[in-house]
Structures are given as C-alpha cells and as structure tokens.
C-alpha cells in the first residue's frame, strides 16, 4: 500500500520493487484495502497471534 498509494508507484513498478507478480500486488492491495476499511469502520479487531 505504501508503495502505490503513498510513493504513486504503478502496480507494475510495485511488483517490480518487490519481486511479485502484478496480480500478486493487486490482490494484496485489495485485502490491505479492506482490512483497513474494516478497521476505520470499527469492525473486528485482528486476534492476537500465540508466538513460541
């Protein structure tokens, strides 16, 4: 999301930077962009993960 909403980098120069294909960033920006709508929403906070 930094990339391309922040730094205005195209889907492809994003994929580029981070060495994913451009369906690979388009799809993890729409779950970013979700998630953070849901959260601006005041929806279900994240569960907290266990680490070992």
Do not use: F, N
């Not at 451009?22 to 920006?29: E, Y």
């Amino acid at each position: 999301m930094l990339l391309v909403d922040l730094e205005d980098m195209s889907y492809e120069q994003a994929a580029q930077v981070v060495g994913v294909p451009i369906g690979t960033v388009m799809s993890r920006l729409a779950r970013g962009r979700e998630h953070l709508r849901e959260l601006m929403d005041g929806g279900p906070t994240p569960a907290l993960r266990r680490v070992k």
